[in-house]
């Protein structure tokens, strides 16, 4: 057996991929670059080996690698490989070691794969099934290249590759569904799924009213130039018609309202104009009427 020596492989906690999704990128540059080896050897690469995948293919990490035998030990590069791995969302974990086997010097990617889930479980859920869940949040296999132009749907008895950040970031896809439905105070959970070695994915649905806006209106502290029909064709939300059409409360869509107003008044030179909005809800929380405040 050859003798392996580590010189360094720092790693970083798996819990650390579900924070700041939006800040992404950033965050799995930072990452890539403290999975990297501390010093670098003055030898050529003579080989890049993958070590820890049981599931995903070395040929499907091997095209995400650009590291190859012959070229001279290259950090930025190793970082880069790095960062794709771990974009991939099917690893928990991503390091890189460097080895001196008789034959030169290695470059080892060990790789924590994320768990291959076999079961989708939702519970709460009464206003949408679980395939319209489960489509919404994109909780499939992804396809093959072959398979990508097919209108196939997916099948949900293959197991989904998947780690902690895709799988919390289904968790807030579902919320943000429900919230354009009109389930304004609905929460989507995930509770079983987020250890290695997990098979199923489980979320819990609190789904709460379905919120109908009944009225819309503006009060003027300041800037009360604009009659409230024109100021309603600047927003998007709708209060409900004859008491059943429409009129969904979406808390998104209410604050981008008060963007577009804004915006609007600055398009008109009133660069001071401040917009707010108060929200008055029935006993049920079931209805809401928005006042948009303009000062």
Known sequence: MNREHLLSCVRHPAAIL???????????????????????????????RVRGNHNVTTQKIMAEIRSRPGMPPDEKLLQEDVRRLIATRQFFDVGVEYLHEPHGLVVLFRVLEGNQIREVVFEGNRAFDAEKLREKANLYPDKKASDKKSEKKPDPKKPLAIDIARAKDAARTLEDFYHEKGYAFAKVELVEGMQPGDKRLLFRVSEGPQVAVTDIDFEFLDHNTFGEGRLKTQIKSKARKFGFLGGRYNPREIEDDIQRLGSYYRS???????????L???????KVEVLFVIQ
């Not at 700041?20 to 990128?25: R, T």
């Not at 799995?28 to 050897?41: E, K, M």
């Not at 008109?268 to 108060?278: C, N, Q, V, Y």
């Open 18 to 48: 579900s924070l700041a999704l939006a800040l992404l990128v950033p965050r799995v540059a930072v990452l890539a670059q403290q999975n990297l080896p501390s010093t670098r050897p003055d030898e050529p690469v003579a080989e890049v």
């Open 280 to 286: 008055r809800e029935s006993e049920d929380r079931s």
């Open 268 to 278: 008109l030179g009133f660069f001071d104009a401040k917009i707010s909005r108060e």
